[in-house]
Structure formats: C-alpha cells, structure tokens
C-alpha cells in the first residue's frame, strides 16, 4: 500500500514527513469522505502539482513579468486561462489567487473601498467568512450588512435581501456561500443589484463543477464577477480564480497583482489547467450530475431515518442537517462518525441557539464520493451507517464505531482513489 506517484526519494531523505503522507494517504482511502468542500483529485492534477514549476518565480502577468525566464511560464498561464473562459463561458479568467479567501478580498478590492457597504449572506445562515463576518477583516473593513433565509423553509430570503438592499444601498452584494443545499437564484440577485445600482459578485467556490457540469444554473451574464476555489466540485488543486465580464477584467488583475499577492504559484496553475481540462469533457458532466444524484439519494434516505435536513433536502452536492431531534450537537455527531470512517465536519444551522463551535448541525457533500464510484444505491447504507453511529454515540459505544469503520472499509476497497494503490 503506497501513496501514488510513488515517493521513494522522500522515503529516503525525510522518512518521518514520508510516513505522515502515506498515513493521510490511506486514511483518505478508507473513510468515506462526506466534508463537503473536498475531493480526489486526479493522479494527473496530483503529477502536475508537484512539478518543477514550483521552482519559477513569475509576478506579473504573461508578457509583463518583473522576472525573466517565462518563455514556458507565460504560455502555461494563458493556456489556464483560456480554459478556464472557455469551460465557464467568460470574458476574463485570472488563475493566480492563491485560495478563495484571496479571490474574494481581490473582488471587493476591485470593486469597494474600505468603508463602503456590502451586502452579503450572513454566516449563521450559510454564508462565507469572507462575506463581511464581524471576525473576517471584510468585516472589519467594510460596512457588512448580512442577509439571511426564511425559517420556515431554510431558503434566502429575497424579500429580506431586496428591503436591506434598498436600505442601505450596498455598493457590491455577494451570492453564494458556504452551507446553501438549494439552487442559487442568480437572476433573481442580479435584478436586485441593478436596483440598487450594485456590482453583483457571485462566490461559486462549492458549485463551480456543478455548473461547469451543466448541473447548476451558471451566474455568467448575471454577475459581473465570479470568484471560485479550483478544488471542491470542481476537482482540481488548492486554488482559485476570478472570472468577470470585459468591463471589470483590468480591476480584477490589478486587485489580485499588485493589489493583494506576489508571485504566482506556478505548480498551481498548471494542476488547475489539467483539472479545466478534465471539466471541459463530457464524463466530467456525467460526473457533475451523478454529485447531485447522490446527494438527493443520501437526503432521501436521510430523511426516511428521522434525520432534518435543513430546507427540507438538496438541490446541489451539499446537505446541511439539524441533529437537535437527535438528541446529540453536530460536535459530538462529527466526532463520532469520524471513529466510525464516516468524515464530516460539525455545522451550525439557520437560528442555531447553540454556539458556533458546538452547533447544532452537521453539514455533508457527495462530490468525493461520486469520485469514488459510489451511487445513489450506496446512499441508504451509508444512512444506516450514520444513524447506527449516532445511536451509538449516545450510548458511548466505541465497539459498534469500530465494527461501522471496519464495514466502511470492507465496502470501499471496491473503490480506489486516485493517489493511493492498496
């Protein structure tokens, strides 16, 4: 059993951080990944990222570098770009962000000036930190006001989102966020933006591979700006991009360099080109639409087994879930279900009167999964599994997690990742 492409240099030169990457390797192998914001990269992406390009300084943009040496640099940055615009149907694509924090302080940085007011979803309700929190410096720079959704149903709340608008007349609104299970009405923000005379920005980070797949509504034409990480649905490296329309192209570079960062990381592009180039095939939207099929089979068998799936179910590759009829927080429920092979990560949920760092909820996603080749059959077993743990989290029962992860595995070793040969 050995992390793939091998790395026997490693092996030799640093045995102790060796071992630490075979160990994460075959845990990502024998646990059933539910956090919604991971994946498996291909072992192409996983070859590109540890490529000698780590090695090239390059800050600037293809033919204006303030280094030499880019004869092969400034042909790979443009070949991510022109994949990117194609893949999503934009005007402009900047590859260099380093992550999504990065590209969303770059967007507010073309657009607003500290001080200025911004309207974003708030982060009890599903939004970002980077969305104007009052612990993120977007809040701390900016006059954030939040928005949030509706209680009875778990979905925005246009209504709210249309009186703060007109309120407080934001000069840039954010859609999009970090724990949204339904489909993101871009139109319907789009409309109110222009009400209000506001940059629409559209943060895309977890659906972006959905909607290069054709399986989620795309924000192009609605938002002028579009930010998204390269991982997630998407399935490439850690990494980011901006995406805007022609108009906004040269405020978008110039916020990301010399706005906010240096240099490049030039390994990165090259893995978030391969991974655009993955995308651009039409497995890619076979795989962007079995994500979604999955999802809408774990919320159904979910549901069948008392779970609350917060606004009722899904619409994407995402499920947030209300444990409180459980009796147990989504700490203790994560903490569980990681003893028992089963990975996610605790949550809170719409009006959650429990803290942040001991919520209420647990929220999952089915884009690692489907890498898998798990299907919408595999999804009651994997339910099952849940409940069991849950049941036995209550009663303190570390055998039956033990004898749940040993089922994980025996049903997983079907199921190869790439990066990892058993």
Not at 250 to 278: C, R, S, Y
Not at 284 to 297: E, G, L, M, Q, S
Not at 311 to 339: C, E, F, R, Y
Request: proline share 6%; hydrophobic share 40%.
């Amino acid at each position: 059993m050995t992390h793939q492409p091998a790395i026997p240099t490693l092996t030799a030169a640093d045995p102790q951080i060796a071992g630490i990457v075979e160990d994460e390797a075959r845990r990502q192998a024998e646990k059933i990944r539910l956090i919604a914001s991971e994946n498996y990269v291909s072992q192409a992406v996983l070859e590109a990222t540890g490529t000698v390009l780590t090695n090239k300084y390059s800050e600037g943009y293809a033919g204006k570098r303030y280094y030499e040496g880019q004869q092969f640099i400034d042909p790979l940055e443009e070949l991510a770009i022109e994949r990117a615009k194609a893949v999503f149907g934009v005007d402009h694509a900047n590859v260099q962000p380093y992550s999504g924090s990065p590209a969303n302080l770059a967007a507010y940085m073309a657009v607003v000036k500290p001080g200025d007011t911004v309207l974003g979803m708030g982060l009890p309700a599903g939004g970002h930190l980077t969305h104007g929190a009052s612990v993120s410096a977007t809040g701390k720079w900016f006059n954030a006001v939040h928005y949030g959704v509706r209680k009875e149903t778990g979905r925005i709340d246009f209504d709210q989102v249309r009186d703060l608008a007109k309120e407080h007349r934001p000069k840039l609104i954010i859609a999009g966020g970090t724990a949204i299970p339904r489909t993101i009405d871009f139109p319907a923000f789009a409309e109110i933006a222009r009400e209000v005379g506001a940059v629409l920005v559209a943060d895309i980070a977890h659906i972006a591979g959905l909607i290069a797949g054709g399986a989620h509504p795309s924000p192009v034409g609605h938002a002028q700006i579009i930010t998204t990480t390269t991982h997630k649905t998407l399935r490439g490296p850690r990494g980011a991009m901006i995406l805007s329309d022609a108009e906004h192209a040269k405020a978008v570079d110039k916020a990301v360099f010399p706005g906010l960062q240096g240099g490049p990381h030039n390994h990165t592009t090259a893995a978030i080109a391969v991974a655009l180039g993955e995308a651009s095939k039409p497995e890619f939207r076979d795989y962007a639409h079995a994500i979604v099929a999955n999802a809408k089979a774990l919320g159904d068998a979910l549901t069948a087994r008392g779970f609350d799936l917060v606004s009722g179910g899904t619409d994407n590759h995402l499920l947030l879930v209300d444990l409180t009829s459980k009796q147990i927080g989504g700490k203790p429920a994560a903490k569980a279900l990681d003893k028992a092979g089963i990975e996610l990560n605790f949550n809170a949920v719409p009006f959650d009167p429990r803290k942040p760092f001991d919520p209420s909820g647990i929220r999952l996603g089915t884009a690692a999964i489907t890498t898998r080749g798990l299907t919408p059959e595999h999804q009651p077993q994997i339910a099952e599994w849940m409940d069991r743990t849950i049941a036995a989290a209550a009663s303190e029962d570390e055998a039956a997690l033990d004898k749940i992860a040993g089922e994980v595995r025996d049903l997983l070793t079907a199921y190869p990742i790439p990066g990892y040969r058993a």
